[in-house]
């Protein structure tokens, strides 16, 4: 008995984008060793090469690994700036954190709220942020 592939994976295979999320997908399992290499600079070279389509995922994955500077540097503004970049992109958990994150409580629950939704919110809540208060 063979098994065929969900149907929104068959479509995604042939796209730019269906690569990028197998991409991103290899990227982490390289990062931890799970069901591949325990090889994590050819996943954060992964990342980057996907962060730089677009990929909202891969952004958001960099900028963790790039706040913690594990098998990067480390670098806050870096990791904002990247966080900022998956939250336009469309990362669910990116939005999330900047709005953790941000120092202007109300414009964070403007935000949650789609009260505000401004094409430069994701910027002014990375803005917002003070690290010295973290």
Not at 25 to 38: H, Q, Y
Not at 98 to 123: F, I, K, Q, S, T
Request: neutral net charge; charged residues 25%.
């Amino acid at each position: 008995m063979t098994v065929s592939a969900p149907e929104s994976s068959v479509r995604a295979s042939g796209s730019p984008y269906g690569a990028a999320c197998r991409s991103t997908a290899e990227a982490k399992r390289l990062l931890v060793g799970r069901d591949a290499p325990f090889a994590p600079h050819e996943g954060v070279s992964l990342l980057e090469e996907a962060a730089t389509r677009g990929d909202a995922e891969a952004l958001c994955a960099l900028a963790t690994l790039r706040a913690g500077g594990a098998w990067t540097h480390h670098s806050w503004p870096q990791a904002l700036e990247l966080l900022q970049r998956a939250s336009e992109c469309g990362s669910p958990d990116a939005r999330t954190q900047l709005c953790l994150l941000a120092g202007d409580r109300l414009l964070a629950a403007a935000v949650r709220n789609g009260e505000d939704r401004a094409p430069d919110r994701w910027e002014r809540l990375k803005h917002s942020i003070n690290l010295q208060a973290w």
